[in-house]
């Protein structure tokens, strides 16, 4: 594991801007030829509101810089939400996802809660063999002014490693966006050996933008997205996720400074 071991803690004033787990499994016709009735059922009482989506997209909602749509190639989805808009799943032929935007998210014990729920629904009602993917993403926004340190220096609340030329004093005023993305094995210790034989990854997105509702003011994003693309056992599917979620843990807290975790508010998760 190329990220180092830290303190498991939950942010008193979290940077969360959505989190997502998506389950690939193999395409079954009856999701996207039926109404699924039964599934709402199962669901309806977390996930109330039904919207049907021909197209459905997972949207960037925080760069102005970042501002594109990931469309996702499926002829028809189902999207159940909940009451306030916050959090929803989206039910397709040949996969699963639920996200939780903000402060909808508390903490991945009750996240996993509630997937779990979705997923043995999944499980009871369509049966997949297993899954094909496994993925999930967080992706957290920092925005100086939220958090008491408007005017502060990026270069002072990010490692060296990750402000690179937001540290030059050249160059610090004048950065209007900056991004890099690089893809890590999370797999290359042979102690941590993976149930189908292929490595999990994550790619780790680190950017420089402003707010998409209000240009003027600046942001840093630190996007993780772990995944598995081999083939899952179903019984093996949250173990998995409970993985990702402790590297992702790890990886974010690699990404920040002392002055930037501690602004965060930390306190233990135990």
């Known amino acids: 594991m190329p990220f180092p071991r830290s303190e498991k803690v939950i942010y008193q004033k979290p940077p969360l801007g959505e989190a997502i787990c998506q389950l690939r499994f193999?395409?079954?016709?009856?999701?996207e030829a039926q109404p699924p009735i039964d599934?709402?059922?199962?669901?309806?009482?977390?996930f109330p509101i039904y919207k049907q989506e021909s197209q459905p997209k997972i949207e960037r909602q925080v760069f102005e810089s970042l501002g594109s749509q990931i469309e996702l190639p499926?002829?028809?989805a189902h999207r159940f939400e909940t009451g306030d808009g916050q959090s929803f799943l989206t039910l397709a032929k040949d996969f699963i996802a639920m996200t939780a935007l903000g402060d909808s998210y508390e903490r991945w014990r009750a996240f996993k809660e509630r997937l779990s729920h979705v997923v043995g629904a999944?499980?009871?009602?369509?049966?997949?063999?297993?899954?094909t993917r496994i993925g999930l993403r967080y992706r957290n926004v920092i925005v100086r002014e939220k958090i008491g340190l408007k005017g502060t220096n990026w270069s002072d609340l990010l490692p060296d490693y990750i402000a690179g030329e937001l540290g030059r004093d050249e160059l610090r005023d004048h950065i209007y966006g900056?991004?890099?993305?690089?893809?890590?094995?999370?797999?290359?210790?042979?102690?941590?050996?993976?149930?189908?034989?292929?490595?999990?990854f994550i790619t780790l997105r680190h950017a420089l933008g402003t707010l998409k509702d209000d240009p003027k003011i600046a942001a840093f994003l630190i996007d993780m997205d772990l995944y598995n693309d081999g083939r899952t056992e179903k019984s093996d599917a949250f173990?998995?996720?409970?993985?990702f979620n402790d590297k992702a843990a790890r990886a974010f807290r690699w990404s920040i400074g002392d002055r930037l975790h501690?602004?965060?508010e930390p306190r233990s998760a135990d």
């Not at 599934?39 to 977390?46: I, K, P, R, S, W």
């Not at 890590?184 to 999990?200: V, Y």
């Open 26 to 31: 193999p395409a079954n016709l009856r999701i």
């Open 39 to 46: 599934f709402q059922d199962a669901v309806g009482e977390l």
């Open 74 to 76: 499926m002829s028809r």
């Open 122 to 131: 999944l499980e009871r009602l369509y049966s997949p063999a297993f899954y």
């Open 178 to 200: 900056r991004g890099v993305e690089i893809t890590i094995k999370l797999d290359s210790d042979a102690r941590e050996p993976t149930p189908n034989g292929k490595p999990s």
């Open 239 to 243: 173990e998995r996720l409970d993985e």
């Open 262 to 264: 501690d602004a965060l």
